[in-house]
């Protein structure tokens, strides 16, 4: 059985027992899956959220570069405070410093920018987004000698409040979980 009176960073047991991403997407499912039941902030464990959103910037950048993470939603506030607060527990002053380079260049931005480049499409010609990809090779320098994701995925492996569900309970620990904070 699995504990749902107190939040748990929760990960399958069997990705657990594998790679670093594996681990990572479990979580990040596993908490999406949260969120869209409605769990908040005090209901997910000590910096789950901030993991969640550091590992969507990782993937968005990793996949479009910084002007994507920006256009899919990183340039909510929450969201990139929980960025730097994930960064802030293990992402390391390199990385701090590129995320934080790549947020001056989106400040820098007029509010009539920011919105023309949220009223744009991602693709096709966008000097904005190419403005706000100027940091991205300083993103993947770092990230091939110093890879965000092992940082992220060695902090979910010791998480004080980790608990691993096998894949085949884990719809019945959310369910649990969530009817524990909604009662």
């Given amino acids: 059985m699995f504990d749902v009176s107190a939040p748990r960073l929760v990960v399958s047991s069997e990705a657990l027992a594998t790679d670093d991403e594996s681990v990572i997407r479990s979580f990040a499912s596993i ?3 949260m969120l869209e039941e409605g769990a908040a902030a005090e ?6 959220l901030a993991a969640y959103h ?3 910037y990782l993937t968005q950048v990793g996949n479009g570069g910084f ?8 340039r909510d506030a929450e969201v990139l ?3 730097r607060d994930g960064l802030s527990r293990f992402g390391g002053e390199a990385h701090q410093a590129v995320f934080e380079h790549s947020v ?19 693709f096709g010609s966008n000097p904005l987004r190419d403005r706000l990809s100027r940091t991205d090779d300083e993103y993947f320098a770092l990230h091939f000698t110093d890879p965000l ?5 060695a902090w979910l492996r010791t ?10 309970e884990l719809e019945r620990y959310v369910a649990a979980r969530m009817a524990a904070v909604t009662a």
Avoid: C, K, Y
């Fill in 31 to 33: 908490i999406s899956v």
């Fill in 43 to 48: 209901h997910l464990a000590d910096g789950a």
């Fill in 54 to 56: 550091t590992d969507f």
């Fill in 67 to 74: 002007a994507q993470f920006l256009w899919n939603g990183g």
């Fill in 81 to 83: 405070l929980q960025v």
């Fill in 104 to 122: 001056a260049g989106w400040n820098a931005l007029s509010p009539d920018e920011q919105a023309e480049f949220a009223a744009s499409g991602l």
């Fill in 149 to 153: 994701a092992d940082r992220l995925a």
């Fill in 159 to 168: 998480h004080p409040a980790l608990q691993s569900v096998p894949r085949a």
